[in-house]
């Protein structure tokens, strides 16, 4: 089964990664859990799920800041560059 991105061909956007494994399961058979847990074994993102600086600085990810109940919550959402660098990561690391 063929995955299709949601980032238009020059690459504009940004997403929730729930987005993106919605997308992808089809090719990658991964959901939300195991493709964090993926990103982090594989150093992309940190232990409280933050892509590390390099990612960012390269403009695969931005971090969208909420507070609620008081608590800082920081969620990962991929760009349209992000998209297509994960998916081609994700592929070569599963040998699919």
Known sequence: MKS???CDKKGY???SINDFTK?????????QKKLFQ??????I????????QCYL???YF?????VINGRVIYQPMLTGKGEIFLFKKMKKILGV
């Open 45 to 52: 993102l940190s232990s409280q799920n933050r892509p590390y």
């Open 4 to 6: 299709v991105l949601i």
């Open 23 to 31: 997308t992808t399961y089809g090719t990658l058979g991964l959901g």
């Open 13 to 15: 956007g940004r997403f």
């Open 57 to 59: 600085d390269r403009g």
């Open 38 to 43: 993926e990103m982090r074994f594989n150093g």
């Open 62 to 66: 931005e971090v969208i800041t909420r």
